[in-house]
């Protein structure tokens, strides 16, 4: 089972960069590493997907290293509404479907 | 709204009754998963189908529960005898998987939180 491991909760104030690092040592060729966002009371919410290097959308980066044993969510100048749980996943499937495994998630809470 | 839509949104029952649960994926997407999630922990997946097929089953998903997604398009999950331990959200995705490609994104609905007495 390829599980993740990520810090329990972080803090931090409005504008400031948050990364958030997550330990993946089973990472299985093939897999891409998917960080998702979940407020409460809401389904998750997908943020970015990546396979290694990095990769850049309008919300966040994610770095990948060469060794792939890990990732780090970037969030730049993060504001209240950041405050939420953020999920770290690896796929654990077959060749047909990637079955998550979501862990407790980074409960990020953003002070103003 | 294109997104992944759950009914109903909330649920309350008590202990010893069915309840049946629907989600209606993205309508291009051919897979379909069901999680549930307990208060303070992630979601735990609970089965998954291709199209019509359930391919997986978590041990998790005891004989009371059953999901069913016919002609390949919603499904539905059923719980049978329900115990205050399903208490839960449960958490409908759907995405669109291509043969050979591993990179596959999953998009939630909103959920359904039951609550048994």
């Known amino acids: 089972l390829a599980k993740t491991t990520q810090p329990i909760s972080m803090d931090s104030y409005e504008g400031q960069e948050v990364n958030i690092t997550c330990s993946h040592n089973?990472?299985?060729?093939?897999?891409?590493i998917t960080w998702y966002q979940q407020f409460p009371s809401q389904g998750p919410r997908f943020i970015i997907q990546?396979?290694?290097t990095k990769v850049t959308n309008e919300v966040a980066s994610l770095f990948i290293p060469a060794d792939r044993k890990s990732s780090t969510l970037s969030l730049p100048r993060v504001s209240l509404s950041d405050t939420a749980v953020y999920y770290c996943?690896?796929?654990?499937?077959?060749?047909?479907?990637?079955?998550?495994?979501f862990g407790s998630g980074t409960k990020l809470n953003v002070k103003p | 709204d294109t997104g992944v839509s759950q009914d109903p949104r909330h649920k309350i029952t008590k202990r010893g009754q069915n309840v049946t649960f629907r989600c209606d994926p993205i309508?291009?997407?051919?897979?379909l998963y069901w999680y549930r999630q307990t208060l303070g922990q992630g979601p735990e997946f609970l089965t998954y189908?291709?199209?019509?097929?359930?391919?997986?089953k978590s041990r998790l998903l005891s004989d009371r529960f059953s999901a069913e997604r016919p002609k390949g398009s919603f499904s539905t999950l059923e719980i049978q005898r329900t115990e205050q331990g399903d208490s839960a959200m449960y958490l409908c995705?759907?995405?669109?998987?291509?043969?050979?490609?591993?990179?596959?994104?999953?998009?939630f609905g909103p959920g359904t939180r039951l609550l048994v007495l």
């Open positions: 995705a759907s995405s669109l998987g291509l043969p050979g490609f591993r990179e596959e994104t999953q998009y």
């Open positions: 089973n990472i299985a060729t093939n897999d891409y």
């Open positions: 990546g396979y290694k």
């Open positions: 996943l690896v796929g654990d499937g077959g060749d047909n479907f990637n079955k998550f495994y």
């Open positions: 309508s291009e997407h051919n897979r």
């Open positions: 189908f291709q199209n019509e097929a359930q391919l997986e």
